[in-house]
């Protein structure tokens, strides 16, 4: 079965400085990757995606996310934090099977202080 | 794009009582899903909609609830006799048609139905 594991629950930078959110994947084949973020009181929203065409996928507001195999990761890092970026983020995987639903990681909440 | 849609943004009910919620997808995405999501948690997968047919349930999904998507256009989750654990978000999904075997299509969310059962 298809999983991801987020590894830090709560993640605080200073403005400016950069960001990384870990996670690692369980697959038993080559996995679709994800990232989303959710604001307070606001929807899921798609940060970037994991198609295979390159290990390093780029995704909206400047993040992006390294697929590497050989570790089973797929961190999210961003060079300079905004104040806006504090959410929560969420790694996720698509099981494969019949229906293609999405595996959510436990999430971690980014904090972005002054 | 209008997004999908998902009425009440909030519905406060007491133990004991029904609840319905209702989501509009985006339109020509024939693939509905339902989350849910407690507190500190990530969503948690209900069921699973293509078109008008319901292919995957959870057991998470106890006898209590049961989805529907009549149509194939919107669909409804109703809880009965709601418990105080079925407290929680509830996220709607949509998706257009799969193309080929590998489906690297995001799920596009609505912005949920907040349940609090008193």
């Known amino acids: 079965a298809q999983s991801v594991t987020q590894l830090d629950s709560h993640v605080s930078v200073s403005e400016g400085t950069p960001v990384l959110l870990r996670c690692n994947y369980s697959s038993s084949y080559s996995p679709s990757l994800f990232w989303y973020v959710q604001h307070p009181n606001k929807g899921l929203q798609l940060l970037l995606k994991y198609t295979s065409a390159a290990t390093l996928v780029k995704g909206i507001n400047g993040f992006e996310a390294e697929f590497k195999k050989s570790e089973t990761s797929f961190h999210l890092t961003k060079p300079s934090a905004h104040m806006s970026d504090a959410a929560e983020y969420f790694c996720v995987v698509s099981d494969g099977g019949a229906t293609n639903k999405l595996i959510f990681g436990t999430g971690t909440l980014l904090a972005v202080q002054p | 794009d209008t997004g999908v849609s998902q009425n009440p943004r909030h519905k406060i009910t007491k133990r004991g009582q029904n609840v319905t919620f209702r989501c509009d997808p985006i339109s020509e995405h024939n693939r509905l899903y339902w989350y849910r999501q407690t507190l500190g948690q990530g969503p948690e997968f209900l069921t699973y909609?293509?078109?008008?047919?319901?292919?995957?349930k959870s057991r998470l999904l106890s006898d209590r609830f049961s989805a529907e998507r009549p149509k194939g256009s919107f669909s409804t989750l109703e809880i009965q006799r709601t418990e105080q654990g079925d407290s929680a978000m509830y996220l709607c999904?949509?998706?257009?048609?799969?193309?080929?075997?590998?489906?690297?299509?995001?799920?596009?969310f609505g912005n949920g139905t907040r349940l609090t059962v008193t």
């Open positions: 909609f293509q078109n008008e047919a319901q292919l995957e």
């Open positions: 999904a949509s998706r257009p048609p799969g193309q080929g075997t590998v489906d690297n299509s995001p799920l596009h």
